[in-house]
């Protein structure tokens, strides 16, 4: 299988007019990417749905892992939450490479408030196809 980009994204696709259209750069193997969650990414009040921060998390893995060349799917994702995320508040969300074997990347995202509080982290095995 041959995973392509045909820029629909919900997460970072630049051609999906409901998606969050999120600018990632990759430097020395990691992903980073800032942004700032709008009222219509909320669950409560106010606060970022956890199914929203999970996707985050998740995309910085994947998206690390296609701009390396390495074609790959999430096998498994384990998400902590630590503090919620507020809506209209700046996020940076921060994604690595931990190792590789033949068919499985390790790898690890986090996602962090300006002030480097901790909003949520978590790690990955994605499956090479």
Same mark, same amino acid.
């Given at each position: 299988? +041959?995973?392509? =980009? %045909?820029?629909k994204c919900f997460v970072c696709g630049?051609?999906? @007019?409901?998606?969050?259209?999120? #600018?990632? +750069?990759?430097? =020395? %193997?990691?992903i980073k990417a800032e942004f700032i969650?709008?009222? @219509?990414?909320?669950?409560?009040? #106010?606060?970022v749905h956890g199914?929203?921060?999970?996707t985050l998390l998740d995309e910085a893995m994947g998206k690390?892992?296609?701009?390396?060349?390495?074609?790959?799917?999430?096998a498994e994702i384990n998400v902590r939450f630590?503090?919620?995320a507020y809506v209209g508040k700046k996020y940076i969300l921060t994604g690595e490479i931990l190792r590789?074997?033949?068919?499985?990347?390790?790898?690890?995202?986090?996602?962090?408030?300006?002030?480097?509080?901790?909003?949520?982290e978590a790690t990955g095995k994605l499956i090479v196809v």
């Open positions: 299988m +041959k995973l392509e =980009d %045909n820029h630049k051609k999906n @007019s409901d998606g969050l259209k999120i #600018n990632f +750069k990759v430097s =020395d %193997n990691k969650p709008s009222s @219509s990414l909320q669950g409560y009040a #106010n606060i199914g929203i921060v999970s690390l892992a296609f701009e390396l060349g390495i074609n790959c799917l999430t630590k503090n919620p590789r074997t033949h068919r499985i990347v390790f790898a690890m995202s986090k996602i962090q408030s300006e002030s480097n509080l901790l909003i949520a």
